[in-house]
C-alpha cells in the first residue's frame, strides 16, 4: 500500500513539474513605452511629483474588451519610461493635473476620448498634448535673505480656457527639501510654506507676481536646498500643479 502511495505522489510531483515548466515558458516583458505629457499651449512638460501625481493608463485590448487597468507613474519632469512590458495592442491615456484626456457624463457614456491607441513591440513612444489646469513660473531667482530663510516670486495662470476646470485656487505651497525630489509627496515641512485660500479669494492673484518665503526661521548654513512652488484647484483628486525645481544655496 505504502509503495502505491509514493508512487501516485511521483507521478503528481512530475506532472506538476511539467506543467509549472510550461506554464513559466514564456519570455519576460521587455518592450519599453516611453514619452512625455506636454503643455498644449507652452510646448514644456507638466511638472509634476516622482512616483505619484501624473500617470499613464494602459488598457492592453489585445485579448480582451474590458481588460484590468495598469499605471505607469510619470517622473517629476513630466516624461515616463517604462522598460518592462509584454508586446501588445494598447488604449493609452495619461491622468494628471489637467483637463482629462477621457471624460464621460452623467450616464457614464465617454463623450472624450483623446487616448491613443498604439502597438507596443519594441520602444514606442507616446506623447501627451494636455491643458494643465494651472501655470506657475518663477519670477526671478530665489534670494536668500539676512535672516537665513528664502523668499521666492512666481506668478500662477489658468492653463485652460474651459470654464469646467477652471475652479477655485484651494491652496499653494512653497515647498523645500534637501535633495531634488520635491513635492507633496517629498519635503521639509520645518521650513516648507502652505498658503489656503477661502472660496474664490486666490482668484484675485492669478497672473500677478506674488512673493513667498519659507518658514521656521533660518535654515542649516552651508546646504544646498531644493525648492519649488505647487498650486492645486478644487477638481477631482487635488493634483498639484507646479513650477519646475530651483536649487538654491544658504552659504
Do not use: H
Not at 193 to 200: D, E, I, K, L, W
Not at 213 to 240: E, M
Amino acid at each position: 500500500m505504502k509503495k502505491r502511495l509514493y508512487s501516485i505522489a511521483a507521478c503528481a510531483i512530475a506532472l506538476l513539474a511539467a506543467s509549472c515548466s510550461k506554464l513559466d515558458n514564456y519570455e519576460d516583458p521587455k518592450e519599453t513605452l516611453k514619452g512625455s505629457v506636454i503643455d498644449a499651449g507652452t510646448g514644456k512638460t507638466v511638472q509634476t511629483e516622482q512616483g505619484s501625481g501624473t500617470r499613464i493608463k494602459l488598457l492592453e485590448i489585445s485579448w480582451s474588451d474590458n481588460p484590468t487597468p495598469f499605471y505607469i507613474a510619470s517622473m517629476q519632469d513630466g516624461t515616463y519610461n517604462y522598460t518592462k512590458l509584454f508586446k501588445g495592442t494598447n488604449k493609452i491615456s495619461a491622468e494628471g493635473p489637467f483637463v482629462p484626456l477621457v471624460q464621460t457624463d452623467n450616464t457614464g457614456a465617454t463623450v472624450v476620448d483623446k487616448s491613443q491607441t498604439v502597438e507596443i513591440n519594441g520602444t514606442k513612444t507616446v506623447d501627451f498634448q494636455v491643458e494643465p489646469f494651472l501655470r506657475i513660473e518663477w519670477v526671478g531667482e530665489p534670494t536668500v535673505n539676512s535672516d537665513g530663510t528664502i523668499t521666492a516670486s512666481y506668478k500662477i495662470t489658468r492653463g485652460t480656457n474651459d470654464p469646467n476646470f477652471q475652479q477655485n485656487v484651494t491652496d499653494l505651497r512653497l515647498f523645500v527639501n534637501s535633495n531634488k525630489y520635491v513635492g507633496n509627496n517629498n519635503f521639509d515641512d520645518r521650513y516648507s510654506t502652505q498658503v489656503n485660500f477661502n472660496g474664490s479669494d486666490a482668484n484675485a492673484t492669478l497672473g500677478q507676481t506674488v512673493t513667498i518665503t519659507t518658514k521656521g526661521g533660518p535654515l542649516p548654513k552651508t546646504r544646498q536646498y531644493f525648492i519649488r512652488v505647487g498650486a492645486r484647484i478644487d477638481y477631482g483628486l487635488k493634483y498639484y500643479n507646479y513650477s519646475d525645481v530651483k536649487t538654491v544655496t544658504v552659504p
